[in-house]
């Protein structure tokens, strides 16, 4: 991490622009360059980009090892081969056929279920699907009630033993903060207002279903944020694909990361305007298409766009990557762009007191225009919300289809948020807030380290606190799965379509409710199963942090 | 002690190849399957092998040791 700096100041203090090769100014052999990032590392230091980070940013993602990617294709191989044989004998009516098909009489119609989704569904999904869906039976916090089900004919149908399995310990819910209790001031007040406004509110913003709790919320979450005004929503998937139609349209450009949600890409593409995708998190990419936008225009009649709308998301799920802020937002205060920031899994979860990646980079939230975020992961409740200058969310107010169509959120639902929202910024009096947002923070940096320090790859930022590990090969996505709840604790694994083919992982989601023996605890069973599995593919052994002083002959990293 | 050991090892070491070629996800009579193609495969690598690999390894023994001989047999016809 220090390597940089150190060899920077070594070599005169010059400041080297990000990407720029330093091989002029005395390298050594072989076009090897001290101060240049190992190759699949990228470590931006405060002395890069003319001060624009003000702590370092240390975010990896190791390479594949050629051999496991070449036997995950074989592992992928053999499945395709058997899952040909299967589809043969479920057509020629040797083995009866238990998913869906189209009736006798469609038989000779364009078929439905032929594409690789549907192939990849039926033969390789239903294998391993007893690691999804998994039923709870109770409130979702560090440890977790599951019911136990079995599946006599192969995870085409499942029934339930009657068991319940008590005190998971849960890694995979959004849970960052630990406010989901079932027991708490949160749940108090949420249950008062239960009792005092129902349930639902059986109207939308716009004609019956504004309460006061609504305007009351509002009002706190852009004191929280650091914004003129805010607009909350039901459901957070709704709020990215509902507003970005009414901010943007036809003639617009959205620039859109190569890795972004589903709900921003649905918006993007409902809103009618031009998208163009740019690497994930790669800064030069983004710029050379805000370049060509500038220059070119719109694509045959060469006139200037009418607005620009960079899509980035603050952590993204599949990664744990956090966005390069200042640099998009030094982007976009030079072209004249305007910015969307969705930070579903950053509020609550970054910045010394929670408020979100933009406090974590130390950036003032106006340059943000559009800040938008889910109460879904940070603060138990559900729905979302849009921040930003009053003129923007008064527009929202009258023009976004959530205010215009959905049913406002629920009473209990907004007392929890605001509730919640008070406790992190430590207006009810207590530091219970400050002290999770600290706890969380801890959390995560102990566990990657342990994760790394174990030899599993870890993909992402040091400081999210979603930490996906890489398995690759098919079979050990629904091992892992079983194993860990043979041990008694729940994760969730990920697959093909929500990643790359070859790149499934199991994704822990930490929380400021796990104590450190559950972290422990995890981190045994974690290790063991990994030892089962040989899950330890990493080839960069990281050695424990030394205080010593840097000379420039050591290294952190050791290959092996 | 130590044969326990080796067969817990040879244990984990089928593990290994069935996660690696996603027989741990196959129903029985796929696995049959499978492991019969295998085998029969690998058993007809090996008795090729064993025909085959001595009758190659002899002659290109005596090649070589041909290509050498008839070069002392120079030399010395050199020295005489």
Redesign the interface.
């Known amino acids: 991490m220090e390597r940089p700096e150190r060899a920077a100041a070594a070599l005169g203090a010059q400041p080297r622009a990000n990407g720029c090769s330093g091989a002029a100014h005395g390298g050594l052999r072989n076009g090897y360059v001290r101060g240049l990032p190992a190759p699949d590392t990228q470590i931006n230091h405060i002395v890069h980009n003319g001060g624009l980070y003000k702590r370092p940013f240390n975010e990896a993602f190791e390479e594949t090892p050629m051999l496991v990617a070449v ?1 995950t294709y ?3 191989g ?2 395709t081969l ?1 899952g040909y044989l299967r589809d043969f004998m479920r057509q020629w009516k040797i083995e009866k056929c238990q998913n869906a098909t189209e009736r006798e009489e469609q038989k000779d119609f364009v078929p439905l279920y032929q594409d690789f989704e549907n192939f990849y569904n039926r033969n ?1 999904y239903m ?2 699907r007893d690691s999804w869906n998994r039923p709870i039976c109770s409130v979702p916090g560090a440890k977790v009630d599951m019911m136990e089900r079995v599946s006599h004919d ?1 995870n085409w149908t499942f029934t339930y033993t009657g068991r319940v399995i008590k005190g998971i310990i849960n890694m995979g819910s959004y849970n960052y903060l630990g406010f989901a209790q079932k027991a708490g001031t949160c749940q108090e007040a949420a249950s008062k207002v239960l009792s005092q406004y129902g349930a639902g509110v059986c109207s939308t913003r716009q004609e019956m279903g504004n309460l006061d709790k609504h305007e009351e919320l509002e009002k706190l979450v852009a004191r929280f944020l650091g914004v003129e005004s805010a607009m909350a929503y039901g459901m957070g998937f709704a709020t990215n694909s509902m507003n970005i139609p009414a901010l943007v349209g036809k003639g617009c450009l959205i620039l859109s990361d190569e890795l972004n949600h589903a709900s921003l890409v649905l918006g993007a593409r409902l809103s009618g305007a031009t998208i163009r995708i740019f690497k994930h998190n790669n800064m030069q990419s983004l710029e050379k298409l805000l370049k060509d936008a500038i220059v070119h225009g719109q694509p045959r009649t060469r006139r200037p766009w009418k607005k620009i709308l960079i899509l980035v998301e603050g952590i993204y799920s599949m990664e744990g990557s956090i966005v390069r802020l200042p640099e998009v937002i030094a982007l976009k205060k030079k072209y004249k762009s305007y910015l969307y920031l969705d930070e579903a899994h950053s509020i609550g979860a970054l910045g010394p007191s929670g408020r979100g990646v933009v406090e974590y980079f130390g950036l003032s939230p106006e340059d943000v225009d559009v800040m938008m975020g889910t109460f879904t992961k940070s603060f138990g409740a559900a729905g979302g919300y849009i921040g930003g200058k009053k003129e923007l969310i008064d527009y929202l107010r009258t023009y976004s289809h959530s205010a215009a169509y959905a049913s406002s959120m629920s009473p209990p639902v907004v007392e929890q948020i605001i509730t919640s929202v008070k406790c992190i910024m430590g207006e009810d009096g207590t530091t219970v807030g400050r002290a999770r947002v600290q706890q969380l923070a801890e959390n995560t940096r102990y566990f990657r380290r342990r994760l790394k320090e174990m030899g599993f790859i870890i993909y992402g930022n040091e400081d999210s606190p979603v930490v996906p590990l890489m398995l690759y ?4 996505i ?2 892992f799965g079983r194993e860990m709840l043979k041990r008694n604790i729940g994760v969730v694994v990920v697959g093909f379509p929500a990643t790359p083919i070859i790149e499934s992982r199991a994704r822990f989601c930490l929380s400021a409710a796990h104590t450190k023996e559950m972290l422990d605890t995890a981190l045994k069973e974690i290790d063991e199963v990994g030892d ?3 899950l330890k593919y990493s080839r960069h052994r990281l050695v424990p942090l030394l205080d010593r002083p840097f000379d420039e002959t050591t290294y952190e990293e050791t290959e092996d | 002690m130590d044969i326990k050991s080796m067969k817990n090892y040879l244990y984990w070491l089928y593990c290994q190849f069935e996660l690696i070629t996603c027989s741990y996800l196959m129903e029985p009579w796929e696995k049959l399957l499978f492991y019969t193609f295998n085998i029969t495969m690998l058993v007809m690598l090996l008795y090729t092998a064993y025909i085959f690999v001595p009758v190659h390894v002899s002659m290109a023994f005596q090649f070589f040791l041909h290509l050498f001989g008839n070069q002392h047999e120079n030399t010395v016809s050199v020295v005489k």
């Open positions: 036997l074989v592992g992928y053999v499945l058997f390789l294998r391993i192969y090969m098919p079979a050990k629904g091992a089962l599995l040989q």
